[in-house]
């Protein structure tokens, strides 16, 4: 069992989208985080070291969304999993990345994806 590590509404603005006017323009994206992690060394030493800096790990998501524009959010979500698991420590995680402002010709609150990758499956 593993614990749980959130952190949720890592606000960015990118240029995803399948069409011209989303790359052009850009919109906000919106990203939470789940991290399965465990915190036991951490809470034995009260040392930073042996846990997930969540603040240098928002800064490197919130990069990681911001560039290199894609068509698909199943490719922006992927590409934040991988950087979540870039950390040993991270045994799985739990991404959703919400847009917000999706081009739907209709009335709805959000768009959003959500997927959950664990060590060793990030690319399956």
Known sequence: M???LAVTGIE???HHGVFDFE???GQVFVVDLVLGIDTRPAAASDDLEHTVNYG???LDVKAAVER???DLI?????RIADVCLLDSRVEWTRVTLHKPDAPIDATYSDVALTITRTRGNAHD
């Open 23 to 25: 790359k052009r323009e």
């Open 74 to 78: 199943e490719t922006v979500v992927q």
């Open 12 to 14: 960015c603005f990118a």
């Open 68 to 70: 290199d524009p894609v």
């Open 56 to 58: 240098t790990l928002a």
């Open 2 to 4: 593993t614990d749980e």
